[in-house]
């Protein structure tokens, strides 16, 4: 699993037109799944990610996590961050998984998210979105399974 997370004052993902998922001060977190992710792989990236202290405390320092500081969450679907581009000029996304078994990952993901926080929000899995964000440093993490859990 990889999760490319950015701090963000407001984020938001449209279908179609329709504004499907929206939030304020939080992470935006684009969430891919590979072939071999498990719904132990997700509790574990979703426990690291949720615990993450990257907001300021009154010092400045980057000592608060998001729990810490009311912020909410927008989970998207990311399948081309499985993407190998090493050969040739057009990506493979061979190392992504099946749709139905990313989709229950996904949701599976979200909705582990919601033992840490509040509001978490959603894009549509496997629709054309545009994602919208203001990125709060800017400030974005890659958090990825194969180098936090061995």
């Known amino acids: 699993m990889k ?8 984020a938001s993902v449209t279908v179609d ?4 998922g929206q939030i304020g001060k939080g992470f935006l977190v684009l969430l891919g799944v590979q072939a071999t992710d498990t719904e132990e792989t ?22 608060l996590s998001l ?18 581009c090493r050969k ?5 996304f061979i190392k ?3 749709p139905e078994m990313a989709d229950r990952l996904y949701e599976y993901a979200a909705e582990r998210c919601r ?10 899995f496997g629709a054309h979105m545009k994602v919208s964000l203001v990125n709060d440093g800017p400030f ?4 990825d399974s194969e180098e936090l859990i061995k």
């Open 42 to 63: 997700a509790d574990r990236m979703v426990d690291k990610m949720c615990r993450l202290r990257i907001f300021e405390d009154e010092n400045g320092k980057t000592n």
């Open 115 to 124: 033992k840490y926080v509040k509001k978490v929000e959603q894009g549509r």
């Open 96 to 98: 992504a998984g099946p």
């Open 17 to 20: 037109g329709e504004v499907v």
């Open 140 to 143: 974005t993490l890659v958090l």
């Open 3 to 10: 999760i490319v997370l950015q701090r963000v004052s407001e």
């Open 67 to 84: 729990a810490d500081v009311g912020g909410e969450l927008l989970v998207v679907s990311q399948f081309t961050l499985y993407a190998d």
């Open 88 to 92: 040739g000029n057009r990506p493979s």
